[in-house]
Each structure stands twice: as structure tokens, then as C-alpha cells.
């Protein structure tokens, strides 16, 4: 009897315009195309074809299985190849089945399933997620057999969603003009059933004609406060206020025509007020400006106009906070941080080359929506080099003035490793420390083409759902990456010594950098692990082993840049030879 590990269903396609019509399989070495074992097919037909192969072709422990398609006029495709487990006595058939999530507790501390209950449906294993908490996830498996030999972990990441529950209101509160503190305002009464009163007054006793400010916020069951949210209004009152006033409007600018201009709303005979959308003072600049306005009485006629001038008060700028004034030693792909200015809703941010005529020398420019820190991308600033900077802020649809500008200088002595990636799937490593250990900013002039990135123990950086579980890239790792269109990485740092390079790998599947300066055949790369006996096999982005039982080595040359796929009989420490 057979024990397989790894399954493969292949659907075939079209082969160079033509109907597919048989596939050949060989294990281990190729015997030349057309010399496998030949299994004629239709051109429609799905095939499982490891079932099919006689147990008497394997040897035991892990065995290399290929397959390639032909088409009727016996023109052959590539060899596509997978790798076996095979034990070859009953006794050693697969029976329990173990996962666990997250972390690792050790072979055989993982929960149980026995396969060998007949109520066990093999092709749908359930696994109860009771008890873990909201987020992202990763599950792993792994299976042994009668004689305790444990196959290697696989392991899938999966998010579990949170199920909100109602959160109920207590109390809400508003106050205008300056904030009295929370808890410290005038009280907006929540209704039954968690309702918010639509509208609730607000008394304007004592206040005169101007522009203003009114803020709310609420309370919920757990003691926590809202954001407070803000909008400006205006008040125009009428010393001759009658009740025979029905209508009124207001402009600022040019009249744009009797019953054409913005509507006033009553909020007592003979005083008015209104509500401003954020973007009706958009434009306006600091300082004083003119509201006009008229009114309407029951008979339909129109006032004469009222005008009353209000003041846009000019708002703080932000205070820069990194890279410091004068600072030395800046990072390429540094993160700028500043402090936030009060109900700002965005900030600018720029770079120079030239303090003096700042504006000709900008190098960079970028917004960002309410947050007080930015990324600058790989590519905008050189080693070794002095720049000028400065942020202002967006309060109001109106921006403030400019921070004053801070200077800085770039670190010097790095060297730049380039690895290109191409588009789909990429397995890549780095021989260079990169002076920045965040993987966002490490990746951040490309994240606009790269989909997804995983790291050996299938941890994920995700930029389109901002979802990063790896955060920093460590050198003796290698990483997955999937790109919608090619591009090229740039990471900048120290070159590493790799004879000071300890990386561990455990047993099972690791996937692990190359971190000598120059290429070297795997054999001699990796002759440690060769001659302890535990490296079983190799494997690089493209599909190419090295398999040094079986004296097979289609990799040729390990390279700079480049990542691989390692499996361990056990754990051991690899050194890479001097460059």
C-alpha cells in the first residue's frame, strides 16, 4: 500500500492550437520526452492520475512525480512536477489527522482526529473556531501514521469577524464657541430605544449677529465619548423683528438674485439662523469677510439688504517633530511626523533641495487625510544629502500657513540591492540590512503594484486591505511576493557578512534567503547541510531542485535576490560560505 501526501488534480488546455489527447508521468529521473508512461485521454477530461501509478515506482521517503501533456500531432508541453511522500508497508497508512491555530505547541499537542472513524467525512474535516478572538487567524495541520511519522505543517490564514453588538447611547451634549471639557457641555437628550432626538434646542439668549461654532458629541454604556463633530453657523437678528416675517436668505459675494440665495431658518420672530456645510466657507481665507442677507414678509415683499461682517479667525500650523531640525543621519525612506492642528481634515506636505527658493526645488508633494505622519517612498531622497521640509494643514476647506521648514541630512555609505520582480508570483531574499526595518516603508514605492506578500510561516502583508502581519523583514528570511506588473524592489542598507549570518531552519519546509554577494552552486553553498544529512531537497521560484540523494541539480547557481525553498530531515543552523 501507498501513502500520499500531496495531491494534484490537472484539467488540461489547449497545447499550441491543438486537442490534447494523452499526458505522460515518470518518477525521478526524466527519461526524454515521450519515454514516460503514457495514458491516452480526451480532450475535455479532467485528470487525477496519482492514483494510477503503481506503488512498485516509488521508492520510500519523498519522490519526485512529473507529468506533461501531448496534443495529436505529438508535440509535448513543459513537465510539471510535484513531490510524494511514500511509505510502503499498511501498518504505515495515515490515522490522525492534528491542527492548531496560531502558534505552534509541538508535534502531537495539536487537537486530534482520528481518520479512522467511519463517521469521519475526509473530504469536508471541520474545526470548531469557538473561543477565538476577532481578527486574522492561521490554522495548521499536519498528519502521522502507525509508525509516528509526522508529515510536514501546512498552514492557511483566515479571519474570524466580530459580531457587534448594539452599543447603547447614555447622553449626548453640545456647547459653542470653545470647549468646556467632556461631560461639561449642555445636555441632548437620548430618547427610547437608543434614539437620538433629531432636533433639540439651543438657546440664543445674549448673543449677537456673527458667525459661530457648534460641536456634539455622545456618551455610550461603556464610559466612552465620541469625536466631536463641528459645523459653523450664523445668527442675524432684526431689532424690528416682527411676526409677519415668513422668509429669509443670505449670500456672501455676489447677489445671485431675489429667492436664489442660501435659506435662513426661524429660530425665534425676528432672529435667524443657519447651519454652514463645511464647504460653504471653502475659499475663504483668514480674516474679515461680509454675509449679506434680506428677508421676506406675508405679503410677499422682499426686504432691503443686510449685510454684517464676521471674521474667519486664521488657524495654528503644525509643528514638525521628525525628521528634526538639523538632524544627521535620516533614513532614505524615513517617516515624516508632525503635530496635528485642531479640526484639521487634511495636511500637505513638501520637499526641497534649496531653502531659499523653495517652491522651484520641490522634489516631493503629497496629502494625506487626517493623519500626521507620512511614509516618504524610496526613490525621493539620495544618501548623503541635505533637504528642506515643512507641512501645513486644511481647517475648514481653508489652508493654513506653512510650517516653518526643517532641515535635514541623509545618512551616507549605503548601498542599494535591487531585486526585480516580475509579474505573478516571485520568491525573493535580500543580502542587504535595509536601514529601515518596516516592511511598509521597505516596500512603499511599489505597493501600488504588489498584491500580496508572505513570509515562511505564512504570515501575510496585504497594502489594498492594509492588513501586515510580517511588519519587518528579516534578512535570513525568504518571501513570497505576488505583483500585478513587474517592478523592481530597491532596498538600501549594509551588505551583510554571510560567514556572521546564523539562519536557523527547522524541519520540514523553510523558506530562506541567499545571502552570499555573488552566485555559487547549490552543492557547495550548502555543503553543511549536506554533509549532516538532513537537507532532503531545494527548490527555486521557477520550479528548478536540487536534490543531492539523487544527484539531481536543475538549479545550477543560487543568486543574490533570490529566495528558496528548503526541506530538513531536522533542524539545523546554516552558514553560507564567505563571498
Known amino acids: 500500500m501507498k501513502t500520499i501526501i500531496f495531491f494534484i488534480i490537472i484539467i488540461p488546455t489547449m497545447l499550441l492550437s491543438q486537442d490534447i489527447d494523452k499526458y505522460e508521468y515518470y518518477v525521478g529521473t526524466d527519461p526524454g520526452v515521450g519515454n514516460g508512461t503514457i495514458v491516452m485521454v480526451n480532450a475535455d477530461e479532467s485528470v487525477a492520475f496519482l492514483d494510477s501509478i503503481p506503488s512498485s515506482e516509488f521508492n520510500p521517503g519523498l519522490n519526485s512525480v512529473c507529468i506533461r501533456f501531448g496534443n495529436d500531432d505529438g508535440i509535448w508541453g513543459l513537465a510539471k512536477c510535484m513531490f510524494i511522500l511514500y511509505t510502503p508497508t499498511a501498518q504505515d497508512s495515515i490515522i490522525v489527522l492534528e491542527y492548531f491555530f496560531d502558534d505552534d505547541p509541538g508535534l502531537s499537542e495539536g487537537v486530534k482526529i482520528d481518520l479512522t472513524e467511519e463517521s469521519i467525512d475526509l473530504d469536508n474535516i471541520e474545526v470548531s473556531i469557538v473561543g477565538l478572538e476577532t481578527g486574522l487567524h ?76 457648534l460641536c456634539v458629541r455622545f456618551l455610550n454604556e461603556f464610559d466612552e465619548w465620541s469625536s466631536t463633530q463641528c459645523s459653523p453657523f450664523f445668527i442675524q437678528e432684526y431689532f424690528d423683528g416682527t411676526p409677519g416675517i415668513v422668509d429669509g436668505e443670505w449670500w456672501i459675494g455676489t447677489d445671485p438674485g431675489v429667492g436664489n440665495a442660501n435659506a435662513f431658518r426661524f429660530v425665534e420672530p425676528g432672529k435667524m439662523a443657519t447651519l454652514f456645510d463645511q464647504a460653504m466657507l471653502t475659499g475663504l481665507a483668514p480674516g474679515v469677510h461680509t454675509i449679506y442677507s434680506r428677508v421676506k414678509d406675508s405679503s410677499g415683499t422682499w426686504s432691503m439688504i443686510y449685510n454684517v461682517d464676521f471674521t474667519i479667525n486664521a488657524q495654528g500650523v503644525p509643528v514638525l517633530v521628525y525628521p528634526a531640525d538639523m538632524a544627521e543621519d535620516v533614513e532614505i525612506i524615513p517617516t515624516s511626523d508632525w503635530n496635528a492642528v485642531a479640526s484639521a481634515t487634511s495636511y500637505n506636505i513638501e520637499i526641497s533641495t534649496d531653502f531659499v527658493e523653495f517652491e522651484d526645488n520641490i522634489i516631493f508633494s503629497e496629502s494625506v487625510d487626517f493623519l500626521t505622519d507620512l511614509i516618504i517612498p524610496e526613490g525621493i531622497l539620495d544618501t548623503n544629502k541635505t533637504y528642506y521640509w515643512r507641512v501645513n494643514a486644511t481647517v475648514g476647506g481653508n489652508a493654513t500657513d506653512w510650517s516653518a521648514y526643517y532641515t535635514f541630512t541623509t545618512k551616507e555609505d549605503l548601498v542599494k540591492f535591487v531585486i526585480q520582480l516580475s509579474q505573478g508570483w516571485n520568491m525573493v531574499s535580500s543580502n542587504v540590512e535595509s536601514d529601515v526595518s518596516s516592511l511598509l516603508a521597505i516596500t512603499s514605492a511599489i505597493t501600488d503594484k504588489m ?85 532532503v531537497i531545494v527548490k527555486d521560484n521557477l520550479g528548478n531542485i536540487y536534490f543531492p540523494d539523487f544527484e539531481i541539480d536543475t538549479i545550477e547557481l543560487m543568486r543574490p535576490g533570490q529566495g528558496y525553498q528548503m526541506f530538513l530531515m531536522n533542524a539545523f543552523d546554516l552558514t553560507y560560505p564567505a563571498n
Do not use: C, H
Open 138 to 213: 492561521k490554522i495548521g495541520m499536519r498528519a502521522t501514521n502507525n509508525a509516528k511519522q509526522w508529515s510536514p505543517t501546512v498552514s492557511q490564514t483566515f479571519f474570524v469577524a466580530k459580531t457587534i453588538d448594539p452599543i447603547e447611547l447614555v447622553s449626548g451634549e453640545y456647547y459653542i464657541g470653545d470647549d468646556p471639557g467632556l461631560g461639561m457641555a449642555n445636555e441632548i437628550s437620548i430618547g427610547p430605544s437608543n434614539q437620538i432626538i433629531d432636533e433639540f434646542e439651543i438657546g440664543l439668549d445674549g448673543m449677537s449677529s456673527g458667525l459661530y461654532t
Open 451 to 535: 498584491v500580496i506578500m508572505k513570509d515562511n510561516v505564512g504570515n501575510i502583508y496585504f497594502p489594498e486591505f492594509e492588513i501586515d502581519l510580517i511588519e519587518n523583514w528579516d534578512i535570513t528570511q525568504g518571501y513570497q511576493i505576488f505583483m500585478n506588473e513587474a517592478a523592481n524592489l530597491n532596498i538600501w542598507g549594509n551588505q551583510v557578512n554571510p560567514t556572521q549570518e546564523v539562519i536557523s531552519l527547522n524541519a520540514g519546509w523553510n523558506m530562506v534567503s541567499y545571502l552570499r554577494n555573488s552566485n555559487m552552486a547549490p552543492a557547495t553553498a550548502l555543503i553543511s547541510l549536506v554533509q549532516a544529512g538532513v537537507l
